[in-house]
């Protein structure tokens, strides 16, 4: 997986090419898709929801650049796999899942493993976590027209918050956006994505946009 579809498609980090060859997709996958974990696809979750593809999520990661001492927050646990690969890299991770059922389940796998460094919240994503700001780096596994106010007030000087922008069936692209000296955020777009809506006080509400 690593070797054909992250390496071969241009992510050039080591830290985020070891994380990928450490954690083991299939654990956050249903059991019925174990045989294809390491396809380089999104799989269906519960609720809707589904675990990005292994490209994706290299690059979302690769463009947040984070190391050893970051603090990560995580915008949309899923099954928590994300979360894992950040957590092979960053100091300390936070991630945030709307559905009860899901972050429970995401927790346990991820206590299974051992990733100490990571908390994961139940509750509305768009509102960030203040008791863990500032981070150095936000990750966003949902798309919106806009970026939550919360995220900009949370995310450190100098800090990457990546991700999808646009409204769901009318395009979406992935960007990266850092905040200068002055806390204006400098945009920049690594390519065209599509992810599930995202969902909450500041984000894409369902009834309009079919979330």
Do not use: C
């Not at 994706?56 to 650049?65: Q, R």
């Not at 927050?73 to 936070?94: F, K, M, Q, R």
């Not at 945030?96 to 927790?107: F, T």
């Not at 596994?141 to 949370?154: H, M, S, Y």
């Amino acid at each position: 997986m690593v070797a054909e579809h992250i390496a071969a498609r241009g992510i050039r980090d080591e830290q985020v090419l070891d994380a990928m060859r450490r954690v083991p997709r299939e654990e956050f996958v249903r059991p019925s898709s174990r045989s294809v974990a390491y396809e380089d696809h999104p799989l269906p979750i519960s609720h809707g929801q589904t675990i990005s593809q292994p490209y994706i999520v290299a690059l979302t990661v690769e463009a947040a650049h984070i190391d050893s001492s970051s603090r990560v927050l995580d915008i949309g646990t899923g099954s928590g796999y994300a979360a894992a690969v950040l957590a092979e890299i960053a100091a300390d991770v936070v991630t945030i899942e709307r559905h009860p059922s899901l972050a429970d389940g995401a927790r346990e796998v991820l206590d299974r493993l051992g990733y100490a460094n990571v908390t994961v919240v139940t509750g509305d994503g768009t509102l960030g976590w203040p008791d863990g700001a500032p981070y150095d780096a936000i990750v966003v596994a949902a798309a919106a027209p806009r970026i939550p106010d919360p995220w900009l007030q949370e995310l450190a000087d100098g800090g990457r918050l990546v991700m999808p922008i646009g409204k769901p069936g009318l395009g979406q692209s992935l960007k990266r956006i850092t905040l200068g000296p002055d806390r204006d955020p400098r945009f920049e777009d690594l390519g065209g994505v599509t992810f599930v809506p995202l969902i909450g006080a500041f984000g894409t509400e369902p009834d309009r946009f079919g979330g």
